[in-house]
């Protein structure tokens, strides 16, 4: 029977990658959905590069920027006396970034497909922005919502390259699901590498169905 730590480990680092992501994305979604900047495409090709840049290169400078000899890592341990790097909170730090897009994206492309004209007509009855964007833009753009956050919080569970490039293989600490496969393997020890396989790909074919689901199900609803 394989060490059940290493999925509590992982479950506990989507949630808090996904909440915090939520806190990032929206406002951030928001302005790519309404901005007609010149620094727009810019802004967007910076928060999908996780998509093209290999884990190990996210997670090379990742590890350059959060040692401890670095301005944030030296900031980070005079501050709560750990380091960031081969710690819980640099897998978050990790995560953020890597999953960045999968919020992101599925969020922008639900604010657009919504438009400005219920945020105008929301403006003419003299509703502020703040209460327009969460009484008006957020309950239209739910299905988006949905499908970000259940998309960042399987891509953070299957990571691999990116936290083990920043955490290391640390038991308890930052030995996640994805790489605890890998130790099982390197060990020999196949029986639990195909239990904690067969655990992600249907956990990853139920995450997809779902969303898959809940999309066919909002079509039919809105047609």
Not at 57 to 82: D, Q, R
Not at 123 to 136: E, G, K, N, W
Request: net charge neutral.
């Amino acid at each position: 029977m394989p060490d059940l730590a290493p999925v509590l480990l992982s479950l506990q680092l989507a949630a808090v990658t996904t909440l915090i992501l939520f806190v990032i994305a929206l406002p951030l979604a928001w302005w790519l959905a309404r901005t007609r900047s010149p620094l727009k495409p810019v802004v967007e090709a910076v928060t999908a590069l996780p998509l093209v840049l290999p884990p190990t290169v996210i997670g090379f400078y990742l590890l350059i920027a959060l040692n401890p000899t670095s301005p944030i890592g030296a900031f980070w341990v005079s501050v709560t006396g750990e380091t960031l790097t081969f710690s819980f909170a640099g897998l978050v730090v990790a995560s953020i970034i890597y999953s960045l897009p999968f919020m992101v994206q599925p969020i922008q492309s639900a604010f657009e497909a919504v438009g400005r004209a219920p945020m105008e007509a929301a403006a003419m009855l003299r509703a502020s922005q703040f209460d327009a964007f969460f009484s008006v833009l957020l309950p239209q753009s739910v299905r988006g919502l949905i499908t970000a956050g259940v998309l960042t919080f399987a891509h953070t569970i299957g990571e691999f390259g990116v936290v083990l490039m920043i955490g290391g293989n640390i038991p308890d600490r930052t030995r996640v699901v994805s790489i605890d496969i890998y130790e099982q393997v390197e060990n020999q020890n196949y029986g639990d590498a195909h239990l904690l396989s067969a655990g992600l790909l249907v956990f990853a074919f139920l995450v997809l169905a779902g969303v898959y689901a809940i999309n066919r199900s909002w079509r039919v609803r809105t047609s």
